[in-house]
């Protein structure tokens, strides 16, 4: 059965493909392209010749309908602007479709500015939020930030070079001074990777250009207080000599100061 394809294409560097996405735009029948301008550059450059349609969030509604009709008789390879089609674009709708037409839909993974971002930020990366663009309007983004405040894993988040000082401004009013890496156009000529406080960021991006990636610190988690082992003790002995059974005590004392169950049973032992 005919398939989409989900191609990764480069955020940049055009050396930065991969070997299964140049076979993939090769063998296709069609491709649809968010910006054609930009995906004949990199065709050009790996001497690829293929039929191209022009998908965008302007004319998807219209689109839609006949990359689908196309897709029943050959595949289609779907390609944004740059980086994975579907996060943050258009794609998304038309992944959306296809699926829902029972049609095949297969990713052919690839560069990444918000994974790249994230990889040489410097920040945690085990658990992250992903906001894609911040809003435009200055209230809703600061409300977006409010529900973000308390959040512990790093947030990631791109941004225009024309918003960013408005950005950077309402994160340090709504977030504190955190650190972050401003990461400005990743993989290209002119790449750079600012890291430092926000109130930082702020004073060395006074005049922006290029495209961003932001990755903000996640909110300080307090530190858990340390319960003295003597205070364990004393509650354990306690409730042994009021004849309390083992395992009820061990519970007690766990849910009572807020400790591992097994860090109690230990001490529990050492009172036999």
């Not at 039929?51 to 029943?72: Q, V």
């Not at 296809?98 to 990713?107: D, F, I, R, T």
């Not at 990743?186 to 702020?202: P, Q």
């Not at 060395?204 to 858990?224: C, D, I, M």
Request: glycine share 6%; aromatic share 4%; net charge positive.
């Amino acid at each position: 059965m005919p398939t989409l394809y989900v191609v990764a294409t480069p955020i940049g560097n055009l050396e930065d493909v991969t070997l299964r996405a140049l076979r993939v735009l090769r063998e296709v029948s069609l491709i649809a392209a968010e910006d054609t301008r930009t995906t004949r550059k990199l065709l050009s450059h790996y001497r690829i010749k293929a039929r191209l349609t022009s998908y965008h969030e302007h004319n998807k509604g219209a689109k839609i309908p006949h990359i689908l009709d196309a897709l029943r008789h050959a595949d289609v390879a779907l390609v944004s602007e740059s980086g994975m089609p579907g996060v943050s674009d258009p794609g998304y709708d038309l992944v959306a479709a296809a699926a829902a037409a029972g049609l095949p839909v297969v990713p052919v993974p690839g560069p990444s500015a918000v994974v790249a971002a994230l990889a040489v930020s410097g920040l945690p990366t085990r658990r992250f939020a992903y906001v894609g663009f911040f809003p435009r309007r200055k209230g809703e983004r600061r409300r977006l930030l409010s529900a973000l405040a308390a959040q512990s894993q790093t947030i990631v988040a791109l941004e225009s070079p024309h918003r960013l000082l408005a950005t950077l401004s309402d994160l340090l009013a709504v977030l504190g001074d955190r650190r972050i890496a401003v990461c400005r156009e990743l993989t290209k000529l002119h790449e750079e990777v600012f890291r430092g406080r926000t109130s930082e960021a702020i004073a060395h991006f006074q005049e922006p250009r290029g495209e961003f990636t932001l990755v903000l610190e996640g909110a300080p988690q307090p530190a858990k207080a340390v319960v003295p082992t003597e205070a364990v003790l004393t509650e354990l002995r306690q409730l042994r000599q009021q004849g309390v059974a083992p395992r009820q005590a061990v519970t007690q004392v766990a849910q009572q100061l807020g400790l591992p169950r097994r860090q109690v049973y230990r001490l529990w032992l050492q009172l036999q």
